[in-house]
């Protein structure tokens, strides 16, 4: 399998290329040349297998140039019931009539970034290992991306990763994981800004070939296709464990910021996971929302990007909507580059409005979205905890919203959990009048030590950093 730049670059790379590169050298993100198609019978084959061959299964069409037996063990190592809670892995749960939660938030740091990030860190290890190499991570959170990087790479040979997160804009819980670490692998950088100024230091770091090169600089965020790839996966799980067999179709609501964990879902679809509908839930900051219901994408400045109380989707950049838009106009990179880099990069927006190709993502591709308050999750979470006695965290009351918004006769509607309640436990106490509880191996880490470095949203600023701590 190889893969390409959603940009054009004329170059194509395997697996363990692109694993280590993060993104292309002319600032598009990777996809396979093609995806592979499932037939009914692999479908069949499928449904019966624990997760971890599951993963491998699916692993296998991407990646070629890992030996099969090593990355079926890599696959077994990383998705096991002592690190994610239970055989099942991601177990799903029916909510009401037709509507389904899948717990993704069991692992390590309780969110559904550790699906993806146990295996990225496995994967990592092999490689530097295989290589005899070293890589410097640098990523961006708006709070779960980071803790789950850390917690799989924290010890890791070969590994260093230098994680931005917006100063002040996670909750105390999400802030107290990734900065009590004190391992000497793991560097916490706090930016003065939003999210965003984190993630386009990141780019702006790895546009910066030379920078690169010399200090071996790679990233866990989901504009890796590695990552995503993994959490292809729950998706094949999730549908198996709603469905008696395989012509039944099910559709996805998936709570969205950075597109990383729906754009999983398009792939799915498109290699034959009979999904209808894909529902992006947003939150206020409505980038995505905005587009799939007017063809307009247009993001928005700091000082507009709104800090609520789902904050992990308090992004106006969604950095893998580029993955989608690159299949949505026929995968033409010229027109992607056009609406990218000269349309998004010179005015903060482009228009589809008046493409055909915009009506294909709701009719080809099976999209749909929708908008969530404030207001919206506090009800939401009241409403789930009364008539089911289930907590949920905001990001999911956003996802439960919009899921019931997009409802169809007889399809079952999977909305992906996203967090443990205690993550968010701020927002439970105003919806409930008391805090979730909370596994006892996070007893009292807010109280911690921290080790954190706090540096201004300028990429020269992290540059210095991170030189001063490779060299």
Known sequence: MNYLSTRGHPDRKRFCEILLEGL???GGLYLPEHYPQVDTATLAKWRELPYAELAFEILSLYIDDIPPADLKAICARTYTAEVFGSDEIVPLRELEDGVYLEALSNGPTLAFKDMAMQLLGNLFEYELARRGAELNILGATSGDTGSAAEYAMRGKKGVRVFMTSPDGRMSPFQQA???SLQDQNIHNIAISGVFDDCQDIVKAVSNDLGFKRKYRIGTVNSINWARLLAQVVYYFAGYFQATASNDKPVSFTVPSG???NVCAGHVARMMGLPIQTLVVATNENDVLDEFFRTGIYRVRAAADTHETSSPSMDISKASNFERFVFDLVGRDAGRLRS???DDLGRQGRFD???DPAFRQAAERFGFKSSRSTH???LATIRETDKRFATLVDPHTADGLKAAREHLA??????????AL???FAATLVEALGHEPARPARFEGIEALPKRVVKLPADAEAVKAYIAQNCD
């Not at 006769?409 to 996203?418: A, D, K, Y």
């Open 24 to 26: 292309a050298p002319d």
């Open 177 to 179: 994981q990734m900065f």
């Open 258 to 260: 950075n597109f990383g």
């Open 339 to 341: 609406l990218f880099v």
């Open 352 to 354: 589809l409005s008046a």
């Open 375 to 377: 207001a919206d999750r």
């Open 409 to 418: 006769p007889g399809v079952p509607m999977v909305v992906l959990e996203t």
């Open 421 to 423: 309640p205690i993550k």
